[in-house]
Nanobody, 126 residues
Framework: QVQLVESGGGLVQAGGSLRLSCAVP??????MGWFRQAPGAEREFVAS????????EYDDSVKGRFTISRDNAKNMLFLQMDSLKPEDTAVYYC?????????????????????WGHGTRVTVSS
């Protein structure tokens, strides 16, 4: 199983920005997504993007502030996070769908993803 590698997390003040990256070694996958898990909470969906990049979904809590994108030529996934809030504090995980066979699908459920990274921590101070 290929391990995805996230980077770009850190400490930022409320209102600031961070850009997360996810390296996807060896190949490009179908849908890819970002999830996050705050202390004491369950892992939750943040955003998903289809292989084509034409279809994108966001959770309502980040819509208008976060932007997901991918570069299939470089096997990279990105999450631009602007106007960060303290409630965005969490460990952020990237995930890849390896089996759906769909170039146009996005997924909100973590069960649709088969490869995950170890996560990168984002802390937003008030």
């Amino acid at each position: 199983q290929v391990q995805l590698v996230e980077s770009g997390g850190g400490l930022v003040q409320a209102g600031g920005s961070l850009r997360l990256s996810c390296a996807v070694p060896g190949r490009s996958y179908y849908a890819m997504g970002w999830f996050r898990q705050a202390p004491g909470a369950e892992r939750e969906f943040v955003a998903s993007i289809s292989w084509t990049g034409l279809n994108i979904e966001y959770d309502d809590s980040v819509k208008g502030r976060f932007t997901i994108s991918r570069d299939n030529a470089k096997n990279m996934l990105f999450l631009q996070m602007d106007s960060l809030k303290p409630e965005d504090t969490a460990v952020y995980y990237c995930a890849a769908d390896t089996s759906s066979g769909s170039a146009y699908s996005t997924h909100r459920s973590p069960l649709a993803y088969h490869n995950w990274g170890h996560g990168t921590r984002v802390t937003v101070s008030s």
